[in-house]
T-cell receptor, first 113, second 117 residues
């Protein structure tokens, strides 16, 4: 069985400060992990993905995430928040050979001027 | 342009109406998905099609009827809906999936915002 837990439903940061969005996963098999971003009234856009290659994954817009098997975590970070980063972020887990992508409940990021 | 196009973007319907949502992907993907996104709930998988064949039906009520005529098009036919069916319906596609292939990422459309009165 697979599951994913996003530890914070809301995160607020000031513009120019670091962003940390936390995600823990559970998977019986080697997982593939993704982070998606959703702006209001829009679809979900892929930020980055981990599929058993390098454990530190770089994505678009300066985001990156580190796969830590020992901690079953895949936290999303960005060194300096921008106002345009304000959105909802989803952590997703799946495994090869399945159509089931398990979504977290989302973290809403607020960026303060 | 995401490569996955959904129409209409907004739909208002009464409980006795019949309407359809359409999704089209231009990415050459084999799998297509319908998800429901309601406020304060995780994304719910509704249906999955792989090469036009339905592979997942996540206990969705029969008032939602999917149709996949080919790998590029996916429809969701709606009839006698309830107000609690009001939500954002998201279509997605992926390359791969299934028992013998790697798993690619999902590509999403912009969604169809449905309001049932």
């Amino acid at each position: 069985a697979q599951s994913v837990t996003q530890l914070d439903s809301h995160v607020s940061v000031s513009e120019g400060t670091p962003v940390l969005l936390r995600c823990n996963y559970s998977s019986s098999y080697s997982p593939s992990l993704f982070w998606y971003v959703q702006h209001p009234n829009k679809g979900l856009q892929l930020l980055l993905k981990y599929t058993s290659a390098a454990t530190l994954v770089k994505g678009i817009n300066g985001f990156e995430a580190e796969f830590k098997k020992s901690e079953t975590s895949f936290h999303l970070t960005k060194p300096s928040a921008h106002m345009s980063d304000a959105a909802e972020y989803f952590c997703v887990v799946t495994t090869s050979g399945t159509y089931k992508y398990i979504f977290g409940t989302g973290t809403r990021l607020k960026v303060l001027a | 342009e995401t490569g996955v196009t959904q129409t209409p973007r907004h739909l208002v319907m009464g409980m006795t109406n019949k309407k359809s949502l359409k999704c089209e992907q231009h990415l050459g993907h084999n799998a297509m998905y319908w998800y429901k996104q309601s406020a304060k709930k995780p994304l719910e998988l509704m249906f999955v099609y792989n090469f036009k064949e339905q592979t997942e039906n996540n206990s969705v009520p029969s008032r939602f009827s999917p149709e996949c005529p080919n790998s590029s098009h996916l429809f969701l036919h709606l009839h006698t809906l309830q107000p609690e069916d009001s939500a954002l319906y998201l279509c997605a596609s992926s390359l791969g999936g299934g028992p013998a292939s790697g798993t690619g990422e999902l590509f999403f459309g912009e969604g169809s915002r449905l309001t049932v009165l």
